[in-house]
């Protein structure tokens, strides 16, 4: 089945869409009170400057007001943001009712260095890890990996776990806190396979089960843009004994030049239906409404499928998360109306060039995860 797919205008097609969404509503209100209410959470990633610094925090103050599981931070490529990182996690926990998950990246890093960076997040009051590998520098071909370092994600995890058993037997202090506050390690996993590393699902699959055989709790996906992709990989990976939860990772769908630029850094290809549906108009709200749409039915079609809930790739703006959010019932009526998208001063897009090759740009502000195992 195909989530993205054209605007119907006939009234038979409305009519449809309407019920499919009214029965959406009707399960989400039925989970509303219940334990298997589907999760929601959101990443956002450092400010890059000084200056992007209030409206992050303004993005902040609207996602709490859904009252969100939890919201991971991105760790930039080799540790480029530690101290950024570190002081927003800090942040949120400090003036925050958020739960924060620090992503944390080991490539090119020694052990030792790695177990000094967990110790900070954990003297911090984090109690929560994204375990990821990490991309090696891009534009280094003579780059090699530190000889003592920590090589994949089912390490880091193993990793993370040690250092939380010696500081417990180090201290009956910080057992007891452990047992009322358990270490939690999330990783990724990969719906097309790691394009990045050239891994395919099946050897995807493997690699998550070797990070839950190292104790991982749950897993977040890289981007995808159809059903097929998340409900074929959890199949597999149940079929091969992978039992922990795994969170379907969204990317709102309202922004071409956005959607273009994550092609680009995670290889996996936008649907060309889904911007050809985009760029079809020169109304930005109307761009908007369709992208939200075909959101929602991505949503609807995974969360039917089983998905435990989403994980909504923010990129540092309320706008569009909350208002997908809101078309999938997600939110509890938490929130009155839908906003008016920041980007209804944009230019009217057109179709991107798809047959150029994907670029392989170094930016790791954006963590829908690239190359974070091996």
């Not at 009707?26 to 929601?40: C, F, I, N, S, Y």
């Not at 303004?58 to 530690?82: H, M, N, Q």
């Not at 992978?242 to 290809?269: C, H, M, N, S, Y």
Request: with cysteine; charged share 25%; net charge negative.
């Amino acid at each position: 089945m195909t989530v993205v797919a054209e605007i119907e205008t006939a009234p038979g097609a409305r009519h449809a869409d309407a019920a499919r969404h009214s029965r959406a509503a009707q399960r989400r209100a039925e989970q509303a009170g219940a334990l298997d209410r589907p999760t929601v959470s959101f990443e956002l990633f450092p400010p890059r400057n000084p200056d992007a610094a209030p409206r992050l925090w303004a993005t902040v103050r609207e996602l709490e007001t859904v009252e969100p599981d939890f919201v991971s931070v991105t760790y930039g490529a080799a540790g480029k943001t530690r101290q950024t990182t570190r002081g927003m996690v800090r942040r949120l926990l400090r003036e925050t009712a958020l739960t924060p998950i620090a992503h944390l990246t080991c490539v090119g890093t020694s052990r030792d260095e790695v177990t000094a960076i967990v110790e900070e997040f954990l003297d911090e009051g984090v109690r929560s890890f994204l375990a990821l590998r990490g991309d090696p520098p891009a534009g280094e071909p003579d780059w090699r990996p530190h000889p003592d370092g920590v090589h994949t994600a089912a390490e880091l995890v193993e990793l993370l776990r040690d250092i939380e058993s010696r500081r417990c037997g180090r201290s009956a202090a910080q057992a007891v806190r452990a047992r009322v506050r358990p270490l939690s390690v999330a990783v990724a996993a990969f719906p097309r396979g790691n394009h990045a590393t050239g891994g395919t699902r099946a050897q995807d699959v493997q690699a998550l089960l070797a990070k839950q055989h190292a104790g991982a709790d749950f897993a977040i996906t890289q981007v995808f843009y159809e059903a097929e992709a998340y409900l074929g990989l959890v199949a597999e990976a149940r079929a091969a004994g992978v039992t922990i939860p795994i969170v379907p990772g969204i990317i709102p769908t309202t922004d071409p030049a956005r959607l273009l630029r994550v092609q680009e850094l995670t290889g996996v290809p936008v649907p060309r239906r889904l911007f050809d549906l985009l760029g079809s108009t020169d109304d930005p709200l109307e761009r908007h409404r369709r992208g939200t749409r075909a959101g929602v039915d991505l949503v609807n079609a995974v969360l039917d499928g089983g998905a435990p809930g989403v994980h909504v790739y923010t990129y540092n703006k309320h706008e569009a998360a909350l208002d997908l959010l809101d078309g999938a019932d997600l939110v509890g009526g938490r929130r009155s109306s839908v906003t008016t998208p920041a980007a209804v001063t944009t230019p009217a897009v057109t179709t991107p060039d798809l047959t150029a090759p994907d670029g392989n740009p170094a930016d790791a502000a954006t963590t829908t995860p690239r190359g974070t195992q091996p």
